[in-house]
T-cell receptor, first 109, second 115 residues
Framework: AQRVTQPEKLLSVFKGAPVELKCNYSYSGSPELFWYVQYSRQRLQLLLRHISRESIKGFTADLNKGETSFHLKKPFAQEEDSAMYYCALMAGGYQKVTFGTGTKLQVIP | ETGVTQSPTHLIKTRGQQVTLRCSSQSGHNTVSWYQQALGQGPQFIFQYYREEENGRGNFPPRFSGLQFPNYSSELNVNALELDDSALYLC??????????????FGPGTRLTVL
């Protein structure tokens, strides 16, 4: 069974402070991991995926297979980063995506 | 190129009724997935359609059914509505073309309230 755990419902940080949104997963094979973001009054959208190894809007995420984690990081938070962030896993041969419960990031000016 | 659209935006039904939600895929996409998002939860996969056939299903009972049409628009039907079916229903479309990854683009959702 696939499971994604995001332990924090809410994370508040000051502008300019580092951000780390935690994500742990369970899956017996090799999944694809993603971070999705939902800004206020906007639809859910893909932020980044582990395979691409990109930095999007200053965010990075490293897949740690030993710890089964895929934490999202940004060195300096900006007010426009305030949003709901979902960690997600895709596996199983078709595009079933399993989402975590989400973490609301609040950047305090 | 138009994005994913869903209708209606909001819907109120009573327990035991049936409901149909609609999704128009992004232009050129051939795959649609439906998700249920209860309040305070992440989206949960209901099922996926590829070229008009169900291509995978999550842990939802048979009273949740779907259709995908030749133009790749889609419907989600829920029979015998229960109070716990109250949620935001999201559809997401993608173009499956043999590559390993095909980004899913989400619609704005339909908010269903069951009284």
């Amino acid at each position: 069974a696939q499971r994604v755990t995001q332990p924090e419902k809410l994370l508040s940080v000051f502008k300019g402070a580092p951000v780390e949104l935690k994500c742990n997963y369970s899956y017996s094979g090799s999944p694809e991991l993603f971070w999705y973001v939902q800004y206020s009054r906007q639809r859910l959208q893909l932020l980044l995926r582990h395979i691409s190894r990109e930095s999007i809007k200053g965010f990075t995420a490293d897949l740690n297979k030993g710890e089964t984690s895929f934490h999202l990081k940004k060195p300096f938070a900006q007010e426009e980063d305030s949003a709901m962030y979902y960690c997600a896993l895709m596996a199983g041969g078709y595009q079933k995506v399993t989402f975590g419960t989400g973490t609301k990031l609040q950047v305090i000016p | 190129e138009t994005g994913v659209t869903q209708s209606p935006t909001h819907l109120i039904k009573t327990r035991g009724q049936q409901v149909t939600l609609r999704c128009s895929s992004q232009s050129g996409h051939n795959t649609v997935s439906w998700y249920q998002q209860a309040l305070g939860q992440g989206p949960q996969f209901i099922f996926q359609y590829y070229r008009e056939e169900e291509n995978g299903r999550g842990n939802f009972p048979p009273r949740f059914s779907g259709l995908q049409f030749p133009n790749y628009s889609s419907e989600l039907n829920v029979n015998a509505l229960e109070l716990d079916d109250s949620a935001l229903y999201l559809c997401a479309s993608s173009l499956v073309s043999g590559r390993l990854f095909n980004e899913q683009f989400f619609g704005p959702g339909t908010r269903l309230t069951v009284l």
